[in-house]
Protein backbone atom coordinates (compact mmCIF):
# COMPACT_ATOMS: atom_id res chain seq x y z
CA UNK A 1 0.00 0.00 0.00
CA UNK A 2 1.49 3.41 -0.79
CA UNK A 3 2.36 5.39 1.70
CA UNK A 4 3.93 8.95 3.04
CA UNK A 5 7.45 8.84 3.73
CA UNK A 6 9.64 11.23 6.05
CA UNK A 7 13.01 12.16 6.55
CA UNK A 8 14.66 12.51 8.74
CA UNK A 9 12.85 10.47 11.49
CA UNK A 10 14.68 12.92 13.83
CA UNK A 11 16.58 16.04 13.73
CA UNK A 12 18.47 17.87 16.20
CA UNK A 13 19.68 21.15 15.56
CA UNK A 14 21.03 24.33 17.51
CA UNK A 15 18.86 27.28 18.58
CA UNK A 16 18.88 30.14 14.96
CA UNK A 17 19.84 26.79 12.41
CA UNK A 18 18.16 26.42 9.14
CA UNK A 19 16.33 22.86 8.70
CA UNK A 20 14.51 21.37 6.09
CA UNK A 21 12.31 18.65 6.89
CA UNK A 22 11.54 16.46 3.60
CA UNK A 23 8.16 14.20 2.85
CA UNK A 24 7.38 12.43 0.04
CA UNK A 25 3.86 11.97 -0.64
CA UNK A 26 1.98 9.38 -2.27
CA UNK A 27 2.84 9.82 -5.63
CA UNK A 28 -0.61 10.38 -7.71
CA UNK A 29 -1.55 13.02 -4.27
CA UNK A 30 -2.75 16.10 -5.51
CA UNK A 31 -2.61 17.96 -2.12
CA UNK A 32 0.05 18.04 0.61
CA UNK A 33 -0.25 19.50 4.44
CA UNK A 34 2.23 20.09 7.17
CA UNK A 35 1.21 19.52 10.88
CA UNK A 36 3.27 19.63 14.21
CA UNK A 37 2.96 18.22 17.27
CA UNK A 38 4.34 19.68 20.55
CA UNK A 39 4.99 17.12 23.02
CA UNK A 40 1.82 16.16 24.79
CA UNK A 41 -0.05 18.46 23.12
CA UNK A 42 -2.67 18.33 20.02
CA UNK A 43 -2.14 18.18 16.53
CA UNK A 44 -1.64 21.70 14.98
CA UNK A 45 -2.02 22.46 11.60
CA UNK A 46 0.85 24.60 9.76
CA UNK A 47 -0.11 24.98 5.88
CA UNK A 48 -2.12 23.32 2.95
CA UNK A 49 -0.67 23.10 -0.31
CA UNK A 50 -2.35 22.76 -3.61
CA UNK A 51 -0.57 23.50 -7.44
CA UNK A 52 2.22 24.88 -6.40
CA UNK A 53 0.98 27.51 -3.80
CA UNK A 54 -0.16 27.74 -0.40
CA UNK A 55 -3.92 27.03 -0.24
CA UNK A 56 -3.85 27.83 3.35
CA UNK A 57 -2.21 28.50 6.70
CA UNK A 58 -2.22 29.04 10.48
CA UNK A 59 -1.32 31.84 12.71
CA UNK A 60 1.56 29.54 13.55
CA UNK A 61 3.14 29.32 9.85
CA UNK A 62 4.62 33.13 10.09
CA UNK A 63 7.93 34.72 7.97
CA UNK A 64 10.09 31.52 9.48
CA UNK A 65 8.42 29.25 7.33
CA UNK A 66 8.09 28.17 3.84
CA UNK A 67 7.31 25.19 2.00
CA UNK A 68 8.31 24.14 -1.50
CA UNK A 69 7.29 21.31 -3.93
CA UNK A 70 10.88 21.09 -5.79
CA UNK A 71 10.34 18.21 -7.68
CA UNK A 72 7.99 16.04 -8.88
CA UNK A 73 7.86 13.75 -5.81
CA UNK A 74 9.29 15.83 -2.77
CA UNK A 75 7.56 18.12 -0.67
CA UNK A 76 9.63 20.22 1.98
CA UNK A 77 9.44 22.54 4.94
CA UNK A 78 11.64 25.06 5.66
CA UNK A 79 12.36 26.90 9.08
CA UNK A 80 14.60 29.53 8.33
CA UNK A 81 15.97 30.31 12.28
CA UNK A 82 14.44 27.33 14.78
CA UNK A 83 13.74 28.36 18.11
CA UNK A 84 13.73 26.24 21.35
CA UNK A 85 9.14 26.64 20.87
CA UNK A 86 10.50 25.52 17.54
CA UNK A 87 10.37 21.89 18.86
CA UNK A 88 7.70 19.16 17.87
CA UNK A 89 7.04 16.37 16.42
CA UNK A 90 6.08 17.38 12.61
CA UNK A 91 3.92 15.33 10.29
CA UNK A 92 3.43 15.63 6.50
CA UNK A 93 0.23 14.33 4.64
CA UNK A 94 -0.95 13.88 1.29
CA UNK A 95 -5.06 13.91 -0.32
CA UNK A 96 -6.02 12.67 -3.50
CA UNK A 97 -8.55 15.44 -3.69
CA UNK A 98 -9.98 18.47 -0.96
CA UNK A 99 -13.66 18.23 0.39
CA UNK A 100 -12.69 15.40 3.22
CA UNK A 101 -10.65 13.90 1.08
CA UNK A 102 -8.58 11.28 3.59
CA UNK A 103 -5.89 12.51 4.43
CA UNK A 104 -2.44 10.13 4.80
CA UNK A 105 0.14 10.94 7.60
CA UNK A 106 3.89 10.31 7.30
CA UNK A 107 5.77 8.59 10.29
CA UNK A 108 6.70 12.07 11.19
CA UNK A 109 10.02 14.07 12.33
CA UNK A 110 10.64 14.61 15.53
CA UNK A 111 12.66 17.67 15.47
CA UNK A 112 14.72 18.97 18.87
CA UNK A 113 16.75 22.52 18.82
CA UNK A 114 18.68 22.86 21.59
CA UNK B 1 -15.73 29.30 14.06
CA UNK B 2 -14.74 25.09 13.68
CA UNK B 3 -13.33 23.89 16.65
CA UNK B 4 -13.22 20.73 18.70
CA UNK B 5 -13.76 19.42 22.20
CA UNK B 6 -12.89 15.90 23.34
CA UNK B 7 -14.38 15.14 26.54
CA UNK B 8 -11.62 13.57 28.95
CA UNK B 9 -8.20 13.37 28.46
CA UNK B 10 -7.74 9.89 29.84
CA UNK B 11 -10.27 7.35 29.58
CA UNK B 12 -9.65 3.86 31.02
CA UNK B 13 -11.48 1.02 30.26
CA UNK B 14 -11.41 -2.85 31.11
CA UNK B 15 -10.74 -5.74 28.59
CA UNK B 16 -14.30 -6.43 26.54
CA UNK B 17 -15.97 -3.44 27.84
CA UNK B 18 -17.30 -0.69 25.82
CA UNK B 19 -14.98 1.68 24.49
CA UNK B 20 -16.81 5.42 24.14
CA UNK B 21 -14.58 8.33 23.81
CA UNK B 22 -16.52 11.74 23.19
CA UNK B 23 -16.03 14.52 20.30
CA UNK B 24 -18.39 17.72 19.78
CA UNK B 25 -17.67 19.76 17.02
CA UNK B 26 -18.66 24.01 16.13
CA UNK B 27 -18.65 24.31 12.69
CA UNK B 28 -20.51 27.40 10.38
CA UNK B 29 -20.06 25.15 7.26
CA UNK B 30 -21.04 21.58 7.24
CA UNK B 31 -18.03 19.71 8.36
CA UNK B 32 -15.87 16.74 7.24
CA UNK B 33 -15.23 15.05 10.66
CA UNK B 34 -12.49 12.02 11.31
CA UNK B 35 -11.33 10.06 14.28
CA UNK B 36 -7.08 9.24 14.07
CA UNK B 37 -5.46 6.72 16.33
CA UNK B 38 -1.93 7.30 17.45
CA UNK B 39 0.41 4.75 18.99
CA UNK B 40 3.38 5.77 20.53
CA UNK B 41 6.12 7.01 18.76
CA UNK B 42 4.20 6.78 15.23
CA UNK B 43 2.15 8.71 12.95
CA UNK B 44 -1.69 8.96 12.53
CA UNK B 45 -3.17 6.27 11.17
CA UNK B 46 -6.90 7.42 10.40
CA UNK B 47 -9.78 5.21 12.09
CA UNK B 48 -13.04 6.30 10.11
CA UNK B 49 -14.68 9.68 8.38
CA UNK B 50 -17.87 11.03 8.02
CA UNK B 51 -18.29 13.12 4.61
CA UNK B 52 -22.27 13.74 4.74
CA UNK B 53 -23.01 9.97 3.31
CA UNK B 54 -24.21 7.74 6.21
CA UNK B 55 -24.45 8.85 9.63
CA UNK B 56 -22.52 5.58 11.12
CA UNK B 57 -19.68 5.03 10.01
CA UNK B 58 -17.63 1.85 10.49
CA UNK B 59 -14.22 2.10 10.57
CA UNK B 60 -11.07 -0.23 11.47
CA UNK B 61 -10.23 -2.23 14.08
CA UNK B 62 -14.24 -2.81 14.89
CA UNK B 63 -14.60 1.03 15.67
CA UNK B 64 -17.45 2.90 14.79
CA UNK B 65 -18.93 7.05 15.10
CA UNK B 66 -22.34 8.16 14.50
CA UNK B 67 -22.83 11.48 13.42
CA UNK B 68 -25.29 13.72 15.04
CA UNK B 69 -25.78 16.77 13.83
CA UNK B 70 -28.43 18.27 16.40
CA UNK B 71 -26.01 17.38 19.32
CA UNK B 72 -23.23 18.37 17.10
CA UNK B 73 -21.07 14.80 18.51
CA UNK B 74 -19.32 12.47 16.76
CA UNK B 75 -18.47 10.11 19.67
CA UNK B 76 -16.22 6.91 19.14
CA UNK B 77 -17.27 3.46 20.07
CA UNK B 78 -16.09 -0.28 19.93
CA UNK B 79 -18.21 -2.74 21.70
CA UNK B 80 -15.56 -4.71 22.74
CA UNK B 81 -12.47 -3.36 23.60
CA UNK B 82 -8.49 -5.11 23.22
CA UNK B 83 -5.45 -4.19 25.21
CA UNK B 84 -4.11 -2.98 21.26
CA UNK B 85 -6.65 -0.66 21.37
CA UNK B 86 -4.60 1.19 24.02
CA UNK B 87 -3.24 4.61 21.82
CA UNK B 88 -4.08 8.19 21.62
CA UNK B 89 -7.68 9.04 19.66
CA UNK B 90 -7.68 12.45 18.05
CA UNK B 91 -11.58 13.52 16.59
CA UNK B 92 -10.55 16.26 13.92
CA UNK B 93 -12.78 18.19 11.65
CA UNK B 94 -12.26 19.65 8.01
CA UNK B 95 -13.64 22.41 6.33
CA UNK B 96 -12.93 24.73 3.43
CA UNK B 97 -11.85 27.96 3.82
CA UNK B 98 -10.18 28.79 0.87
CA UNK B 99 -8.06 26.59 1.44
CA UNK B 100 -8.70 22.93 2.93
CA UNK B 101 -7.76 23.26 6.89
CA UNK B 102 -8.06 20.46 9.56
CA UNK B 103 -8.61 21.16 13.32
CA UNK B 104 -7.31 18.41 15.73
CA UNK B 105 -8.77 17.91 18.96
CA UNK B 106 -6.55 17.56 22.67
CA UNK B 107 -6.83 14.22 22.03
CA UNK B 108 -7.76 10.72 24.63
CA UNK B 109 -5.55 8.85 25.57
CA UNK B 110 -7.44 5.22 25.86
CA UNK B 111 -5.77 3.02 29.14
CA UNK B 112 -7.28 -1.04 28.31
CA UNK B 113 -6.60 -2.98 31.84
CA UNK B 114 -6.50 -6.51 32.00
Known amino acids: EPEVTQTPSHQVTQMGQEVILRCVPI?????FYWYRQILGQKVEFLVS????????KSEIFDDQFSVERPDGSNFTLKIRSTKLEDSAMYFC????????????FGPGTRLTVL | AQSVTQLGSHVSVSEGALVLLRCNYS??????LFWYVQYPNQGLQLLLK??????LVKGINGFEAEFKKSETSFHLTKPSAHMSDAAEYFC????????????FGAGTRLFVKA
Open chain 1, 93 to 104: ASSERDRGDTQY
Open chain 1, 27 to 31: SNHLY
Open chain 1, 49 to 56: FYNNEISE
Open chain 2, 27 to 32: SSVPPY
Open chain 2, 50 to 55: YTSAAT
Open chain 2, 92 to 103: AVAFRTGGFKTI
